[in-house]
């Protein structure tokens, strides 16, 4: 499948997050009183934009890191934004809360994947969707800079401190007090690309959700973000319509899957 996106309706574009956005309006269609997590939620981008749409009673975002939540708290949305603990583990009152969950970019920064999957499960409520994005195991897959801090930790240094300073580099990437590397869990210590297989595999583990859909995206993607990295600022902007590109036409380099609780 393919989603069609509505590029005048939906603020991410042809990009993975702009999929799950899409897939999100598309479910909830004719629907009202529904409820959404957004489960990594970062800055709170993705419940803002969602909020805009008045399609649910509910929107609620949980992070690992504590500074994007604060930020997401100031965007001004009802969304409820709240830091959660490394264990990953909800209040009671929210089992059997959601109608759907997203996890936009997550679960490969995770160690322990099959109590999170079990987690979310847990939350949704029967026969609730559960939208994920994920990076696609493919050609390019290492290319990946998301993993250069752990396979070249020096080079990540040199090119990270460009931009930060010393006692910021040690706190995101040292001492991290989420207990991470970035935003990779430490005892992850890699970013995961993930095959259709890989995943159908850990949703088999848990037995907990079955694949109604999925899409995929991107192809050259990593050599792109790669080049555009190293570009001057003034000029970054130049490779935007061909990474836009490669997104429409590929279906390799991220993937998103629409799955439902059994």
Not at 162 to 187: H, K, P
Not at 225 to 242: E, R, Y
């Amino acid at each position: 499948m393919k989603t069609k996106i509505d590029i005048h309706n939906n603020p991410f574009g042809i990009h993975p997050k702009g999929i799950v956005f899409q897939s999100v309006i598309n479910a909830v269609k004719d629907r009202s009183n529904l409820s959404l997590l957004d489960f990594g939620c970062r800055n709170g981008d993705f419940l803002y934009e969602v909020d805009k749409t008045d399609s649910f009673e509910l929107t609620y975002g949980v992070d690992l890191d504590k500074t994007a939540i604060e930020a997401a708290k100031l965007r001004g949305t009802k969304a409820i934004f709240e830091h959660i603990k490394k264990n990953h583990k909800f209040d009671d009152v929210y089992e059997n809360r959601f109608d759907i969950i997203t996890v936009i970019g997550v679960i490969e920064h995770i160690y322990d994947q099959d109590s999170v999957i079990v987690e979310l499960s847990r939350l949704l409520k029967p026969n609730g969707l559960m939208i994920v994005a994920v990076p696609g195991k493919h050609f390019f897959s290492f290319l990946d800079m998301g993993n250069w801090k752990f396979k070249y930790p020096k080079i990540h240094k040199f090119f990270v401190r460009l931009s930060i300073s010393e006692s910021e580099y040690q706190s995101r990437y040292v001492s991290n007090e989420f207990g991470c590397i970035g935003d990779i869990e430490a005892e992850k210590a890699y970013h995961e690309h993930f095959s259709i297989n890989s995943f159908r595999n850990l949703l088999n583990r848990t037995q907990k959700f079955e694949i109604l859909d999925m899409d995929g995206t991107g192809f050259f993607h990593r050599i792109l973000a790669n080049i555009q990295f190293f570009l001057p600022k003034s000029i970054k902007g130049i490779l935007n319509s061909l990474i836009e590109w490669d997104f429409k036409w590929g279906n390799k380099a991220e993937l998103v899957f629409i799955v439902r609780k059994k």
